[in-house]
Nanobody
């Protein structure tokens, strides 16, 4: 069973950057489709980005296109979310999630993922 742990969150000023990491243990991450989601207080969890198990296909939510970039490093068994030009509305808890490579290609569906990390807080000040 795969265990996921996010890191790299913190407090940053508007316009700044952060890189989140999602380290996996208990399984080979290259066998899983990966997703990044976020949840702000009082709001539903929303899709941020997704990456195919080979890393050849990337998906980003429209509002984050051009600012956020998802990637993965199979050798390190880690996925990443590079976040640039951060805005106060990006403040949320960010989660990484994984589902087996044979599962649905619908990266935006929260319910489609079997494994989740505990989340990391990102706070963007104005």
């Amino acid at each position: 069973q795969v265990q996921l742990v996010e890191s790299g969150g913190g407090l940053v000023q508007a316009g700044g950057s952060l890189r989140l990491s999602c380290a996996a243990s208990g399984g080979t991450l290259s066998m899983y489709r990966m997703g990044w989601f976020r949840q702000a207080p009082g709001k539903e969890r929303e899709f941020v980005a997704g990456i195919s198990w080979r890393g050849s296909r990337l998906y980003h939510a429209g509002s984050m296109e051009g600012r956020f970039t998802v990637s993965r490093d199979s050798a390190r068994n880690t996925a990443y979310l590079q976040m640039n030009s951060l805005k106060p509305e990006d403040t949320a808890v960010y989660y990484c999630a994984a589902k087996y490579m044979g599962d649905s290609r619908d990266y935006q569906n929260v319910k489609g993922y079997q494994y989740w990390g505990p989340g990391t807080q990102v706070t963007v000040s104005s």
